[in-house]
């Protein structure tokens, strides 16, 4: 199953950055589309990192490095879907989430084992 997890890092992280090429390149539509069928393989590998373990423990599921970009993606999609978009506020989003998507594709994905609790001397 991590196999699993990591290569579908690999294909959320492909999507976003082609989705960056595409809107770079003025093909809006095509980049929304890849958007789309990012979120929807980031969704399923951030619920993914949530039964890492077995069991369900949200904490892997919110870690920022790969939340960042599921974030990212979803608030540019209701911004090309937006009435008064303008063009820079689309490229002031779809860069950042390239740069976090290659970011997150090779972060380790294993299991983060809990911090030491900091309240004794």
Same mark, same amino acid.
């Given at each position: 199953?991590?196999?699993?997890?990591?290569?579908?890092?690999?294909?959320?992280?492909?999507?976003?950055?082609?989705?960056?090429?595409?809107?770079?390149?003025?093909?809006?539509?095509?980049?929304?589309?890849? +958007?789309?069928?990012?979120?929807? *393989?980031?969704? !399923?590998?951030?619920?993914?990192?949530?039964? #890492?373990? $077995? &069991? @369900?423990?949200?904490?892997?599921?919110?870690?920022?490095?790969?939340?960042?970009?599921?974030?990212?993606? +979803?608030?540019?999609?209701?911004? *090309?879907?937006? !009435?008064?978009?303008?063009?820079?506020?689309? #490229?002031? $989003? &779809? @860069?950042?989430?390239?740069?976090?998507?290659?970011?997150?594709?090779?972060?380790?994905?294993?299991?983060?084992?809990?911090?030491?609790?900091?309240?004794?001397?």
């Amino acid at each position: 199953m991590f196999s699993a997890i990591f290569f579908n890092s690999f294909i959320w992280g492909g999507l976003y950055i082609s989705a960056t090429v595409m809107f770079l390149l003025k093909k809006e539509r095509a980049s929304c589309l890849l +958007l789309f069928a990012g979120i929807i *393989f980031h969704f !399923i590998f951030i619920v993914s990192r949530g039964f #890492l373990t $077995g &069991v @369900l423990l949200p904490g892997g599921m919110v870690e920022g490095v790969f939340f960042t970009p599921f974030i990212i993606a +979803l608030l540019l999609l209701v911004v *090309f879907f937006s !009435i008064n978009k303008q063009e820079g506020d689309l #490229l002031l $989003g &779809v @860069l950042p989430l390239a740069v976090f998507s290659a970011f997150a594709m090779f972060y380790p994905k294993g299991v983060i084992p809990p911090t030491p609790n900091k309240i004794s001397v």
